[in-house]
């Protein structure tokens, strides 16, 4: 059976064919609507499945935010503003007429990529660090969601009490400092107004600030990660997402967690799926593996 899945970030929307052995086919993807209101999404939506609609017998959807009863809840509106209590699944199925199933995208990722392992671990972490900073958590095999969809957002746990103001409404959250909009927030001089793609090109290139602020970022994920493991003992966290991805940043992030107390010491790796997780740990999740 072929799953139509669809990944809705902060910044771009995607979707793909994905078929019972999880190959995934003509995969499209479009930047999330600039106004991030109801109906910018639902016709960005529509744009993006009508090419794939016909081959599909079911829709599986990622989504950034809270999932709940199948609504979108953004907790962190500055990802998704607008879009409070948006009723996706609904949306959706009014769309295709399929069954549709909504998740997390971090929580779908965290599926798909305990599915990578192989068996080798029953409990780890996902951290996905790019526009915001999500997570999920498989505990002895299986995926936790939370009764109100909450589980594994460890992006809205505190770093720094004395931090910047989270769009969740906290002060201090690790993704007020550790994902890209915390890393371009906190840019000054030279480097105030660019993202963190070009803060990133800029640390290659030796910016002793962009290097300053990439640093942080990872000091931050990696006390996350400590934090993580005292709280689940996993086996193992994987990282993913833009910013976790990108070149350099996970050996910081290792370096960092080196310091930590040998405790606090778990093992880290890069995505296996990486940008795609999100879309396979859906499909994964509709076909109830």
């Not at 915390?182 to 660019?194: F, P, Q, V, W």
């Not at 370096?255 to 795609?276: G, I, K, N, S």
Request: hydrophobic share 45%.
């Amino acid at each position: 059976m072929t799953t139509l899945a669809i990944d809705i970030g902060g910044t771009k929307l995607a979707a793909a064919l994905v078929d019972g052995r999880l190959q995934m086919r003509d995969r499209h993807e479009l930047p999330t609507p600039a106004s991030k209101t109801p109906q910018a999404l639902r016709a960005a939506l529509e744009a993006l499945i009508e090419p794939l609609l016909a081959q599909a017998q079911r829709v599986a959807i990622a989504s950034t935010g809270i999932i709940r009863e199948g609504a979108l809840l953004a907790l962190n509106p500055l990802n998704l503003g607008g879009l409070m209590h948006f009723p996706l699944v609904q949306t959706l199925e009014s769309f295709t007429g399929l069954p549709t199933l909504a998740v997390n995208d971090a929580q779908a990722a965290a599926w798909a990529e305990y599915h990578a392992l192989g068996g080798k671990y029953h409990d780890m972490a996902f951290i996905t660090v790019s526009t915001g900073v999500g997570g999920g958590v498989v505990s002895n095999g299986k995926l936790l969601t939370g009764a109100g969809g909450l589980a594994g957002h460890v992006g809205h746990t505190l770093a720094d009490p004395y931090g910047p103001q989270c769009g969740c409404g906290r002060v201090g959250c690790v993704e007020a400092i550790a994902s890209g909009r915390g890393i371009a927030a906190a840019a000054e001089g030279s480097l105030a107004g660019c993202d963190a793609k070009t803060i990133f090109s800029r640390a290659r290139q030796g910016d002793e600030q962009a290097c300053q602020l990439i640093q942080r970022s990872a000091c931050t994920l990696a006390r996350l990660i400590a934090d993580v493991k005292a709280t689940t003992d996993c086996q193992c966290v994987v990282i993913g997402g833009s910013v976790g991805l990108a070149e350099g940043y996970l050996a910081q992030v290792k370096d960092w967690l080196a310091q930590e107390p040998a405790t606090y010491h778990v093992e880290l790796l890069a995505a296996h799926y990486r940008h795609d997780a999100g879309l396979l740990g859906a499909a994964l999740l509709a076909q109830g593996e």
